[in-house]
């Protein structure tokens, strides 16, 4: 039986801290443990996060060679950190799920605030304002890319000439900080799409939140559309300490400023390890064509030993939660759209045959095939990552503005091997 993601099997406990099972009742009886019966029988079970700290005291102890191995690769955490958790409900924001969350459609306003500050949003705040002339910035994205440019790269390029407009607030306080975090937000979810759609720009500004703005600058202004985008940006909005918010933590502990937080998660972001998923998945959806063709080429695919992205993450096992909120937005948006559907008899296709479930990225893909419904809207894998990142731009930022209160720097050290990666 797979455990519950917060607690772990005797076996896996004893691997874990290269222990003796009997060395494990011996820890639980002087309190270092937490252990119950497991659900399904006699065999007990023990708390993952008291596992986790013994790993890392016992790191602490023995050089922590083997421990900071471990934890660069899925292992014990290597940062202490009030924004964010998982469990087996998703990712869990200072205390509020995820899905619960988008489920009611809060707003992505009010999910980022609590992000950054832990503080409830007023009933009369002001919405994240634009205060940068959008038009002039977009000029100047369109003459540095191409108009084919992927909205990763429109987004990447337009962080620097966004901070440099915003450098005085972003040396002044916290307040000031967290002001200058909204405009940023605001601001890329306008002009994520302006290079391929430089006439909505305007339109994107003048919405009345991030999420109808995203969604105006892709030509989508139907309530249905702007409540579908929240959605997405909402459950995109933290996941914990992955690549890009490893990086952008890395970049604030230097003292660096948000933008400049939020352009090195973003450079993360743009690799085919992380943010290239989406387009793998979109690339997955093209190849079968039609939904009644997804059995035949997922056959076709094992039978080569091809891989099939998009229908595994290990921290989900049993799927993960924040997927069918996408798969029904999309569905209730486009429900008659050719690669929609191929996305649902895929995801069919992949759990009757016990192979896996679909991942949050391929929600995403089949929320922005739903969204995209003219040539001049971004690729559903360019769409699906532009929602990623600017929704996760409110997780990078909680994490950066975390770091930069911390006050220390993340320095970790290399274990030198003679002749490694040559």
Not at 99 to 104: E, I, Y
Request: aromatic share 4%; charged share 20%; net charge neutral.
């Amino acid at each position: 039986m797979i455990q519950p993601l917060d607690w772990m099997s005797a076996r896996e406990a004893a691997e874990a801290l290269d222990v003796k099972p009997a060395t494990l009742y011996a820890y639980v009886s002087r309190g270092m443990l937490h252990s119950e019966p497991s659900p399904t029988g006699r065999a007990k079970r023990y708390r993952r996060e008291d596992v986790e700290r013994l790993v890392a005291r016992k790191g602490s102890r023995t050089g922590a060679a083997a421990a900071i191995h471990g934890a660069l690769h899925w292992g014990a955490p290597l940062i202490e950190t009030g924004v964010s958790t998982i469990d087996a409900r998703g990712p869990i924001y200072r205390g509020r799920a995820a899905v619960q969350l988008a489920a009611t459609d809060t707003s992505f306003e009010s999910v980022a605030r609590w992000l950054w500050t832990g503080a409830e949003t007023p009933a009369d705040e002001e919405p994240f304002l634009a205060e940068t002339d959008l038009a002039v910035l977009s000029s100047a994205l369109r003459a540095a890319l191409p108009r084919s440019a992927p909205s990763i790269d429109v987004l990447s390029t337009a962080v620097p000439l966004l901070a440099a407009r915003a450098r005085e607030q972003l040396a002044g306080t916290d307040d000031s900080r967290i002001a200058a975090a909204g405009r940023l937000v605001r601001e890329l979810a306008a002009v994520h799409g302006s290079v391929s759609s430089p006439e909505r720009v305007l339109h994107a500004t003048a919405a009345p939140t991030v999420a109808s703005s995203f969604a105006a600058a892709i030509g989508r202004i139907d309530p249905p559309s702007v409540t579908a985008v929240n959605r997405a940006l909402v459950l995109s909005a933290d996941h914990e300490l992955n690549a890009s918010t490893f990086a952008a933590r890395v970049a604030a502990s230097t003292g660096a400023d948000l933008h400049a937080s939020v352009g090195a998660a973003l450079a993360t972001l743009s690799g085919p390890l992380h943010g290239g998923a989406c387009d793998r998945i979109a690339a997955l959806v093209d190849e079968a064509g039609a939904p009644e063709r997804a059995v035949a080429m997922l056959s076709a695919r094992r039978r080569r030993g091809d891989p099939v992205p998009g229908f595994e993450h290990r921290l989900y096992p049993n799927g993960d939660p924040r997927t069918p909120i996408l798969l029904a937005s999309a569905e209730e948006l486009a429900p008659d759209d050719r690669r929609v559907r191929t996305v649902f008899a895929l995801t069919q296709a992949v759990d009757r045959s016990g192979a896996g479930h679909a991942t949050f990225d391929t929600g995403l893909v089949a929320l922005a095939a739903a969204l995209e419904q003219d040539d001049d809207a971004p690729t559903p894998g360019g769409l699906a990552l532009a929602l990623f990142a600017v929704g996760r731009t409110a997780g990078w930022i909680a994490h950066a503005l975390e770091q930069t209160r911390d006050g220390r720097l993340i320095r970790p050290r290399a274990r030198y091997v003679p002749g490694s990666g040559q």
